[in-house]
């Protein structure tokens, strides 16, 4: 059984940071492209980051320079390091899983909620 638990957010000012974390069961850490998305009040929910098991990252535009995706194996957990946060980056953060083996399958986290207030 896959379980994703996010910690991590908060309320924060316009320019501060926060770092979320997502802790992993299951070894799907090997197994799996790790991301992380968020949705807003009202809108669709958005990728912002993506880790590969080699460590590659990517990330949507409106976080570049601002975000930081890592991971620790040895911890089974992602992280999201987000610094010069903005009041449009508030929404509930989401850890995603998604293996890269047959069946290909998304396990989601339970959401942790930032606020970047202006």
């Known amino acids: 059984q896959v379980q994703l638990v996010e910690s991590g957010g908060g309320l924060v000012q316009a320019g501060g940071s926060l770092r979320l974390s997502c802790v992993a069961s299951g070894s799907i850490l090997s197994r799996a492209v790790m991301s992380w998305y968020r949705q807003a009040p009202g809108k669709q929910r958005e990728l912002v980051a993506t880790i590969t098991s080699s460590g590659s990252t990517n990330y949507v535009e409106s976080v570049k320079g601002r975000f930081t995706m890592s991971r620790d194996d040895a911890k089974n957990t992602v992280y999201l390091q987000m610094n010069s946060l903005r009041p449009e980056d508030t929404a509930v953060y989401y850890c995603?899983?998604?293996?890269?083996?047959?069946?290909?399958?998304?396990?989601w986290g339970q959401g942790t909620q930032v606020t970047v207030s202006s």
């Open positions: 995603n899983a998604r293996t890269i083996f047959l069946p290909i399958r998304d396990y």
